[in-house]
């Protein structure tokens, strides 16, 4: 079975100021990790993922994130937020092996307020 | 965000009412999804369809019943719904093949309100 968790339902940070959201994960091999971003009344808008290769993952709007597979750990992080990054975040994984088909498992989000 | 459409995007019902969702995907993509997002809820898997065969049917209610007549279309037919059943619903499609990987595509989703 594949699990994902974001443990913070909500960051705040300052424009201007680092932000990262946390997201960890679990699957029984090795993972395909993605991060989505979702606006008011919109649906999930892509980002980022990590397949394979270097561990630092660049993406849309300035965002990155790091693999870490001792920590199972696949977090995004944005060196200077602005306000409208301000949205719901979303980490999602697959299992890479066949079984898992191409079932995504997403966590529960975490709401990200950036304050001018 | 003109990759995969959704129609309507509001829908207010009642209980005993038969309406259908509608996507479509324009990226040439062969699998699409179904998801529900309520509130305070994770996103949850509905249905897959990979090549117009359903793969994969995550215990959803028969209240619920998909079709995907072609690669670029996918339908979700509502009858007898409950206000339980008020989320949004989000169609995604993907590439999928050898290599795994694959982005899913997200709609903008269709905010239901069952009365």
């Known amino acids: 079975a594949q699990s994902v968790a974001q443990p913070e339902d909500q960051v705040n940070v300052a424009e201007g100021n680092p932000l990262t959201v946390k997201c960890t994960y679990s699957?029984?091999?090795?993972?395909?990790l993605f991060w989505y971003v979702q606006y008011p009344n919109r649906g999930l808008q892509f980002l980022l993922k990590y397949i394979t290769g270097d561990n630092l993952v660049k993406g849309s709007y300035g965002f990155e994130a790091e693999f870490n597979k001792s920590q199972t750990s696949f977090h995004l992080k944005k060196p200077s937020a602005l306000v409208s990054d301000s949205a719901l975040y979303f980490c999602a994984v697959r299992d890479i092996s066949k079984a898992a088909g191409n079932k995504l498992t997403f966590g529960g989000g975490t709401r990200v307020l950036v304050k001018p | 965000e003109t990759g995969v459409t959704q129609t309507p995007r509001h829908l207010v019902m009642g209980m005993t009412n038969k309406k259908s969702l509608k996507c479509e995907q324009h990226?040439?993509?062969?699998?699409m999804y179904w998801y529900k997002q309520s509130a305070k809820k994770p996103l949850e898997l509905m249905f897959v369809?990979?090549?117009?065969?359903?793969?994969e049917n995550n215990s959803v209610p028969s209240r619920f019943s998909p079709e995907c007549p072609n690669s670029s279309h996918l339908f979700l037919h509502l009858h007898t719904l409950q206000p339980e059943d008020s989320a949004l619903y989000l169609c995604?499609?993907?590439?999928?093949?050898?290599?795994?990987?694959?982005?899913?595509?997200f709609g903008p989703g269709t905010r239901l309100l069952v009365l």
């Open positions: 369809y990979s090549l117009e065969e359903r793969v």
């Open positions: 699957v029984s091999g090795n993972p395909y």
């Open positions: 995604a499609s993907s590439q999928n093949g050898r290599g795994g990987g694959q982005t899913q595509y």
């Open positions: 990226l040439g993509h062969n699998a």
